[in-house]
T-cell receptor, first 116, second 113 residues
Framework: GAGVSQSPRYKVAKRGQDVALRCDPI?????LFWYQQALGQGPEFLTYFQNEAQLDKSGLPSDRFFAERPEGSVSTLKIQRTQQEDSAVYLC??????????????FGEGSWLTVV | DAKTTQPNSMESNEEEPVHLPCNHSTISGTDYIHWYRQLPSQGPEYVIH???SNVNNRMASLAIAEDRKSSTLILHRATLRDAAVYYCILRVLNNNAGNMLTFGGGTRLMVKP
């Protein structure tokens, strides 16, 4: 498709379960971002990839969160031993270049995670 | 990081112009002003951005104050589909983080028929 694609769209996980969220960025986009959005809040930055290199992971809330982009295209955000506070929408975004401040960032529709 | 201040919410009537204000008094010379909006159950969507001069595109206009400490997003004729949360964001030069966007709380725009 033409846009950023995320799957699954909705995920219900039992507390303690591991989850994996997939992001297909726009073809050819170098930069890829993950954001977390809690209900009623603005999105918060988690991590950034330039091609396959993870250049910034300062926003990952704990070592239970892990992201990868091994071939510089598709990315996976993995959350181990999920907890209730992990319930949120996880947004993936991409942009064509190395992220100049004038470049547009395109977002997917998000993966809605509920931990019960 | 440079911060922005926006009203929590605003109301508009359908087919009337809407002016969404944003204050960014600590903006630096290299910060771009970006506006994104987020419709219900959707990811954020790019609206417009600028550096110093006013900008127009098919979605909206961006008016930037001469001192760059404030800006206004202008929707020329609001429709019901424009009801969304509008985020004013300063995109700070940070190549190690891809110049990522730092979102605040945004302005929730409600459009009345």
């Amino acid at each position: 498709g033409a846009g950023v694609s995320q799957s699954p769209r909705y995920k219900v996980a039992k507390r303690g379960q591991d989850v994996a969220l997939r992001c297909d960025p726009i073809s050819g986009h170098v930069s890829l971002f993950w954001y977390q959005q809690a209900l009623g809040q603005g999105p918060e930055f988690l991590t950034y990839f330039q091609n396959e290199a993870q250049l910034d992971k300062s926003g990952l809330p704990s070592d239970r969160f892990f992201a990868e982009r091994p071939e510089g295209s598709v990315s996976t955000l993995k959350i181990q031993r999920t907890q209730q506070e992990d319930s949120a929408v996880y947004l993936c975004a991409s942009s064509i270049g190395q992220g100049g401040p004038g470049n547009t960032i395109y977002f997917g529709e998000g993966s809605w995670l509920t931990v019960v | 990081d440079a911060k922005t201040t926006q009203p929590n919410s605003m109301e508009s009537n359908e087919e009337e112009p809407v002016h969404l204000p944003c204050n960014h008094s600590t903006i630096s010379g290299t910060d771009y002003i970006h506006w994104y909006r987020q419709l219900p159950s959707q990811g954020p969507e790019y609206v417009i951005h600028g550096l110093t001069s006013n900008v127009n595109n098919r979605m909206a206009s961006l008016a930037i104050a001469e001192d760059r400490k404030s800006s206004t997003l202008i929707l020329h004729r609001a429709t019901l589909r424009d009801a969304a949360v509008y985020y004013c964001i300063l995109r700070v030069l940070n190549n190690n983080a891809g110049n990522m966007l730092t979102f605040g709380g945004g302005t929730r725009l409600m459009v009345k028929p």
